[in-house]
């Protein structure tokens, strides 16, 4: 029986400029979008409808029927290509759940990818990336993986070249955040300032294209952070211990609560990794590389 699997990985953002809230209720983005080697994998077999099943870590905390984003994925899929075929999936993962890493976009990504193949359908990949982009503003980018530049509300990508492997710890947290909770927040926070459109500083692209990792450490920037460390103001004791235990720089993923560490090598990010899961602040640390690719 012909069974296809989809492995994708977590994204972290290096940087994300949250611009004026628009007339759809989204923000205007500009963000850097950098895969990392934490992955969910989602597998797909024929079955009569489309229906999930989740295994590993998170399990308890992901819906197993129609709300799951990768059921969602492969009957919008369906949809889009007038088919009624079905699918079994199988999500094991390895992500966690409402941590500002895109968990649920990879499982849609991947549901996308999958029974793309399962189905025999071959979408371009314009089509696919606006099934993707309806399902959620990560998803087209978790299509992807590697390195891009997302612009609107995240969903329009410009890939960009990194040189070289970057080293990084997530500091994940018990408890989630919800994304729309932080959005609203940061609205809050600076509803007295005039917020000015989002963008993405060349001497970003530059310090990645060149792999000046010093450059790099002081540029990585989230606009969401604050409103992450007001909601979740403990997250600002996993930062302070990042930095004492040699982080090049450390900064919210997304909305969060995971926090992202920049190391100079794969030794100091397999150091600090275990420094801060001693340290008592976070929840579990992982070293990871960056630029991770999608596999099918
Ligand atoms: O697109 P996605 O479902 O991931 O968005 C979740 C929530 O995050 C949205 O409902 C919205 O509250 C917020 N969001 C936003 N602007 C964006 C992306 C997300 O306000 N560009």
Aim: charged share 20%; net charge negative.
């Amino acid at each position: 029986m012909l069974q296809v699997i989809a492995r994708v990985p977590a994204k972290i953002n290096l940087m994300l400029s949250v611009g004026p809230v628009r007339s759809d209720g989204f923000h205007e983005l500009a963000t850097v979008f950098h895969a990392v080697s934490l992955y969910d994998e989602i597998s797909a077999v024929h079955a009569d409808a489309v229906t999930v099943h989740v295994t590993g870590p998170y399990t308890d905390q992901t819906p197993a029927d129609e709300s799951n984003l990768a059921v969602r994925a492969a009957r919008s899929l369906a949809r889009r290509a007038r088919l009624r075929s079905g699918a079994l999936l199988r999500v094991h993962k390895e992500i966690p759940v409402a941590a500002g890493l895109a968990g649920g976009s990879a499982d849609a990504a991947g549901a996308l990818l999958a029974c793309d193949r399962l189905w025999g359908l071959r979408m371009p990949e314009s089509r696919l990336s606006s099934v993707a982009a309806g399902l959620g503003s990560d998803v087209p980018f978790a299509l992807i993986g590697g390195t891009a530049v997302g612009t609107g509300r995240g969903e329009r990508l410009r890939p960009v070249p990194v040189r070289g492997e970057l080293h990084w710890v997530l500091a994940t947290a018990d408890g989630g955040l919800s994304t729309p909770d932080v959005y609203r927040r940061l609205d809050d926070l600076r509803s007295d300032r005039k917020v000015p459109a989002p963008s993405v500083p060349g001497e970003l692209l530059a310090a990645l294209e060149s792999a000046d990792l010093d450059a790099l450490a002081v540029l990585l920037h989230n606009d969401l952070q604050e409103a992450a460390l007001a909601l979740r103001p403990t997250l600002k004791d996993t930062l302070r211990a990042g930095e004492e235990h040699g982080a090049l720089a450390g900064l919210v993923s997304g909305s969060g609560p995971t926090c992202v560490f920049l190391a100079r090598d794969g030794a100091s990010a397999g150091a600090l990794a275990v420094d801060l899961a001693a340290s008592g602040t976070c929840a579990r640390a992982v070293a990871v590389t960056g630029h991770a690719a999608v596999g099918t």
